[in-house]
């Protein structure tokens, strides 16, 4: 298994569609306006085909959110935005006028609230839909750059795919273009295929 059919990459993207749903109403709530997620696409590839161009990197510095997800299948999930997004936001979500420089004492907290948010909304209604449980670690924030994103990726052989979703995110009407990416075993891509295939059984 090294890739999904187009139904079952369909069936992610409605699954996930319904978790950045329920992110965004927990974030409206956190920042006092309208906030939409949407996740327009979702892929599946090898961790040897991972490049800039299929996260959008460009040569400036990242925000990552990362989190170990458990159960029927694991997954460690990076929340990915670059670090000048990553302040925008966090700006947005404290309504602040403060500086760069100030907002960056928030940067982390905010963010690991922003990423856990967002992680457990996704990945919650993927186990509702799909019928399992998953466990989740705290999240942590890191600052790097693209190079050492595409590095962590790939490095990892126990997790040689990754399942990438492709995020639009707007607070107040500012729109942030994100990705949220999935490192996945071979069984874990697996046992996660076999779950969709059942879910959609009932109805093709």
Sequence with gaps: MNSLNELQLDA???VFSIGAGRAALSLSEIVGDE???SVPSVQVISSNDISSTTLSLNSGRFGA???NFSGPFNAEALLLFTEEQALKIVSDMMD???SLEELAEFEHEAMCELGNIILNACLSAMADML???LDSSLPNYTVASADDILTRLKKN???PYIMILHIDLAIENQRTA???VFLLSSASLNNLVTHIDQFLDPIS
Excluded: A
Aim: overall charge neutral; charged content about 10%; cysteine-free.
């Design 157 to 159: 052989t126990n997790q």
């Design 12 to 14: 992610l993207t409605e």
């Design 96 to 98: 602040s006028q403060m």
């Design 65 to 67: 959110v990362s989190q």
């Design 178 to 180: 994100g990705n949220l």
């Design 35 to 37: 906030v939409r997620i």
């Design 131 to 133: 019928n399992f449980t």
